[in-house]
């Protein structure tokens, strides 16, 4: 089959950064699904493995976790798929990854794809999805329903992948006031399109801009990027007890 991969870690301008190869086509064992990859998302988690984590002398890695695609063939102890069934997943950082024509994933973090979707709107989604509901529900413990919830979610960096989707997740299925940060005149538009109540310039002093909105408190924030950068500002306006 082919497939996507690299030897060593090397600058992208390098030929051998990235190549084409001829893979033998995995055959799946126990809870193993194999999936014939219709489409794939580049996230950036893919240049960061690329830069850091070179595979074992000898061997190639194959880069990539979102895929959609058409289940092929299934191991022995699978349950919850059949041959011809459409699937969306992130997979997984310990396997090879989804860049090649065929890829092996446990069922058990496989999802049906939705058929409203295409195969690749379907890839563009799981990675940044998880990321964005586990952060909003498991970590910030933000309340499901749509019951008013009297504080402010600030999203810092909300025009991201991971905050694009955390804006939808949080207008759609709780009661917060969403407000994203964003420096462009493109992103911030994005941000206000996917939802959120209000924008504000994480360029600028952070404050005085919330100040200015006259919100309910700032009781959740997710700092998704340059944390460093933003982490006393957001001391500053977070609300007591804040998360
Ligand atoms: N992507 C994933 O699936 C995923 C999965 C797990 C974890 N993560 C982690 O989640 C975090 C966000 O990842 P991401 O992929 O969503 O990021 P991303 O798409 O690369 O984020 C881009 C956004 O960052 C904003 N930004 C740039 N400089 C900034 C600054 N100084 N302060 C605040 N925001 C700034 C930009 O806003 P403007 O253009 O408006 O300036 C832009 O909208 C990272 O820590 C990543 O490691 C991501």
């Known amino acids: 089959m082919k497939a996507v991969g690299y030897k060593k870690s090397l600058p992208i301008e390098d030929a051998e950064?990235?190549?084409d190869f001829d893979a033998a086509k995995p055959e799946p064992k126990g809870r193993d699904i194999r999936?014939?990859?219709?489409?794939?998302?580049?996230?950036?988690v893919d240049y960061k493995v690329r830069k850091r984590a070179a595979p074992p002398e000898g061997e190639v890695k194959i880069l990539g976790f979102d895929a959609a695609g058409v289940v092929d063939a299934v191991g022995p102890d699978v349950s919850l798929f059949k041959r011809g069934d459409e699937v969306f997943?992130?997979?997984?950082?310990l396997r090879q990854g989804?860049?090649?024509?065929?890829?092996?994933?446990d069922e058990r973090i496989v999802g049906a794809k939705p058929k409203t979707l295409s195969f690749a709107q379907a890839a563009a989604l799981p990675l940044t999805s998880i990321t964005a509901w586990?952060?909003?529900?498991d970590r910030l413990g933000a309340v499901p329903g749509k019951s008013l919830d009297p504080r402010t979610l600030l999203i810092v960096?909300?025009?991201g992948g991971?905050?694009?989707?955390?804006?939808?997740?949080?207008?759609?299925?709780?009661?917060?006031t969403v407000v994203a940060t964003a420096t462009r005149p493109e992103s911030q538009k994005w941000c206000l399109e996917l939802g959120a109540h209000a924008v504000v310039d994480h360029g600028k002093p952070m404050k005085e801009q919330i100040e200015k909105l006259k919100l309910p408190p700032v009781g959740l924030v997710a700092s998704l990027t340059y944390t460093d950068q933003h982490y006393k500002a957001i001391a500053?306006?977070?609300?007591?007890?804040?998360?």
């Open 98 to 105: 989804t860049n090649s024509e065929f890829h092996l994933v």
């Open 134 to 137: 586990e952060l909003l529900f």
């Open 17 to 19: 950064s990235l190549f």
């Open 35 to 44: 999936v014939a990859v219709k489409a794939i998302s580049a996230n950036p």
């Open 89 to 93: 997943y992130a997979g997984s950082i």
């Open 162 to 176: 991971v905050g694009s989707i955390l804006i939808q997740l949080a207008r759609r299925l709780t009661g917060l």
């Open 157 to 159: 960096g909300g025009a």
């Open 236 to 243: 500053d306006f977070m609300a007591p007890q804040g998360k």
